[in-house]
Structure formats: structure tokens, C-alpha cells
């Protein structure tokens, strides 16, 4: 009778401590935060459930996940449907398949590719011509500073 009332609090508070202990002795020295592991492991040990306590919400690494010595971050609760791996799976249903060749929606899709592919090809030439106006400014830029030494030049030994 062991585990009536008062007993299954402290089997649970024995599982408690010895899960931390074993958690803090496998975490990495590095990732502990605000005391060395050994001061964990003697705050643990000698205060079972406060030190418990301590090590999960001061000392344990930040975002661990629940498995002992995890290092891993936790993923957070909420997600946008574009991180979801089947997101967009559902745009067509298994029966329907893909656009049929030559259909409505198919010459849509085709339109906008093309127009797409426009697009960046418009893009693509502009980057270009703007590479070509940068490095000619580069040119400029030091036949600029050569013609200004060379006139440096000249005047020190005018002045001398």
C-alpha cells in the first residue's frame, strides 16, 4: 500500500530526480548555463526536487528537448502551411491528376511559365547591363586616380 496518496507523489518525485541527475551528468560542460555541471550535479543530488527544479528551468541548455542530454532545439508549436512538407499536395486530387494537355487550366499554366521565364530574362539582362556600368565606372574610376598621382607627381617636382 505503498502508493496510496502520499506514495505515488514520492515515486514520482524519485523519478523526477533521478531523471535529472542522469540529464545533467549527459548534457555537454559547454551548454550548462549559470553554474559549472558539477555544481549542477552536487545541487541536484543534495536538493532532489528544488535542485531538480532549478537545473530544468536555470541550468539546462535553452529550447532542450525532453529526451535526457538533448541538445536538440524544440520546435515550436505553431507553423505556417508553407512549412508543411505536403503542403500544396492538395491543389490536385489523386483522381484528378495534373492539368490534361491542351486544357484550360494547362494553357493558363503555360502563360504564366512563359511569362515568368519573361520576366526573368528581363531581369537577368539588366543585372548585365548593370555589371558592364559598374566595372567601366571601375576603369574610370582608376584612370582617374593614375591621371591625378601622375599631376601630384608633376607638381612636387615642379615645386622642388
Known sequence: MLLRGGGIVTVILIFFWVYCIFDVISTDEMLCRNLPKTAWLIVVIVLPDVGGLAWLLLGRPAHAGFRIGDTTARRSGSRGPDDDPSFGRSMYTPTAGPPAPGSSEDQRLLLENEEANR?????????????????????????????????RRREETSND
Not at 124 to 135: F, I, M, N
Open 119 to 151: 520576366r526573368l530574362d528581363a531581369w537577368e539582362a539588366d543585372l548585365a547591363k548593370r555589371e558592364v556600368t559598374a566595372k567601366e565606372a571601375e576603369v574610370r574610376r582608376a584612370a582617374l586616380e593614375r591621371r591625378e598621382a601622375e599631376l
